[in-house]
């Protein structure tokens, strides 16, 4: 039976009430008076349920549609204003044990070319992306008690943390592996890990067990409580994800809500982020053997109705989507973006092989960094490349209550500038560094308080001046 407070993961995401929310939305995606209240509901910033967001997503009105685009935006501008924080993957191994259908890193696969980092190449893939400007890492590797342990993360981690190469530094090490146990997360949380990621793929539990049909992440259940460990473990900021296209997006979209609903009844403390990717082609992966892709339109209609249930989570896109895709969704609700994206193991370092590639996709948008981050100022976004919140203990309940109060904005806006200016100084093409110059000099007014304003302005000089960094509200 559904139960949003229960920790069995069958209760909170129940198969049930989630084909009734379909049901439900189906029989309401033309009613225009009910559409209209969830719509005025969601003006109010305090999101949706999964029922009533379902039937703004099946929404087949066209003109409610649009409010809802226009709402998703202005959400998004008064949540996030135009900044965009900038993150990159790093690899570590793909050693997997595990045999996902849609993954070229399933253990069956053996002409894909198996790594895993030593320290020492840890180190210099982590030197090549601190010399890009890097600050934001999510560490990715396959799930493999041989390879892949405990021990070896918090070396990684540990390692990753005490690399200052010239000014470059990572701040902030997020983690996406493989369900563990409270024990487990505990320890990552004690080697200062940022978010602790794990995608779902699907909510669908019987097509889960289908796309999953050997090694441990069969076991549905474990894989889905994940989350609830991971808080127990005291790890409160979590990042949840659907691989759209391994089922009815639908499906996908309700689960995803109810999974975030569960989170915030439970723990008090909802997602941090929500990553949105889309299945692609990869070595031994053909999306076309799967049925449930969706379209562009339909991905932005996704994105937008996330937007306004969630108004408070981040949503992350990556290099899976190329310029256009992401150009069209980021003012939609996208809050955070990766750049200069490798997806192999190894590869920032130098560029491997033809005859040992190990990429877990194809990246779809190629551009340097330099080259997003130009690309997002020339249409007057703000990159960001700060980590303040975890660094000062805003995370969890804290983070969201600033997040809700609105207060967080008085921190993101500055801390935006001067990361900015950092990676201008001291990574940035000389076309880049004069159009975020002029950038900063016009947001800079836009900074509120008059003192919080002098404040920037003065460290703005130091770090330009007085080689200074790493200023933060
Ligand atoms: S999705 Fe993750 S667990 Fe599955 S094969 Fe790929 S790396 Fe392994
Ligand atoms: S101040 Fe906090 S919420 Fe804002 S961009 Fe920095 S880390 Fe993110």
Not at 23 to 29: F, I, L, M, T, V
Not at 154 to 162: A, K, M, Q
Request: negative net charge; charged residues 30%.
């Amino acid at each position: 039976m559904y139960d949003v407070n229960s920790k069995r993961a069958d209760d909170f995401i129940n198969h049930e009430e989630i084909l009734d929310t379909l049901k439900y939305a189906d029989e309401n995606k033309e009613n225009g008076a009910l559409i209209d209240s969830l719509i005025e509901k969601a003006k109010l910033r305090k999101g949706l349920s999964h029922r009533e967001a379902s039937v703004l997503l099946a929404c087949e009105i066209e003109e409610k549609n649009q409010e809802i685009f226009r709402l998703a935006e202005q959400i998004k501008k008064d949540f996030y204003g135009n900044r965009i924080v900038m993150f990159a993957p790093l690899y570590l191994s793909n050693y997997c044990i595990n045999g996902c259908t849609y993954c070229p890193y399933h253990m069956k696969n053996k002409h894909i070319a198996r790594k895993k980092l030593t320290q020492e190449e840890i180190r210099r893939e982590v030197i090549a992306l601190q010399d890009m400007g890097h600050k934001r890492l999510a560490l990715e590797a396959g799930e493999d008690p041989v390879h892949n342990t405990m021990e070896y993360y918090l070396e990684c981690i540990n390692t990753i943390y005490g690399i200052k190469h010239k000014n470059g530094a990572i701040r902030r090490v997020n983690i996406n592996i493989a369900a563990t146990t409270v024990d487990h997360y505990r320890l990552l949380k004690e080697a200062g890990i940022g978010t602790y990621i794990l995608f779902q793929e699907t909510y669908h539990k019987e097509s889960y067990l289908t796309l999953h049909p050997t090694g441990p992440k069969h076991d549905y259940n474990y894989h889905t409580e994940a989350m609830d460990r991971a808080m127990e473990g005291g790890i409160d900021d979590v990042g949840l994800g659907v691989l759209f296209g391994l089922d009815k997006y639908r499906y996908e979209f309700a689960g995803l809500l109810m999974h975030a609903e569960h989170l915030e009844a439970a723990f008090g403390v909802g997602p941090h982020t929500i990553s949105v990717p889309r299945l692609k082609r990869a070595d031994d992966i053909d999306p076309g053997q799967f049925d449930n892709g969706i379209d562009d339109d339909i991905f932005a209609k996704l994105v937008a109705c996330i937007r306004i249930s969630v108004p408070y989570t981040g949503m992350i896109i990556s290099t899976r989507e190329n310029q256009t895709t992401r150009e069209r969704v980021l003012h939609l609700g996208i809050s955070q973006i990766s750049g200069g994206s490798r997806t192999s193991v190894g590869g920032y370092y130098e560029p491997e092989p033809e005859d040992k590639k190990s990429e877990q996709f194809d990246v779809s948008d190629t551009r340097s960094l330099d080259e997003v981050v130009r690309w997002l100022m020339q249409m007057d976004y703000i990159p960001s490349f700060c980590t303040a919140c975890y660094r000062e203990g805003r995370t969890g309940d804290r983070f969201m209550s600033l997040c809700k109060s609105g207060q967080i904005q008085n921190c993101c806006h500055p801390n935006a500038l001067m990361t900015l200016k950092e990676y201008l100084m001291d990574y940035a093409s000389p076309e880049t560094k004069a159009i975020g110059d002029k950038l900063i000099e016009k947001e800079v007014l836009n900074v509120p308080n008059e003192k919080a304003r002098s404040i920037v302005l003065e460290n703005l000089r130091l770090i330009e001046q007085d080689n200074r960094r790493d200023f933060r509200f």
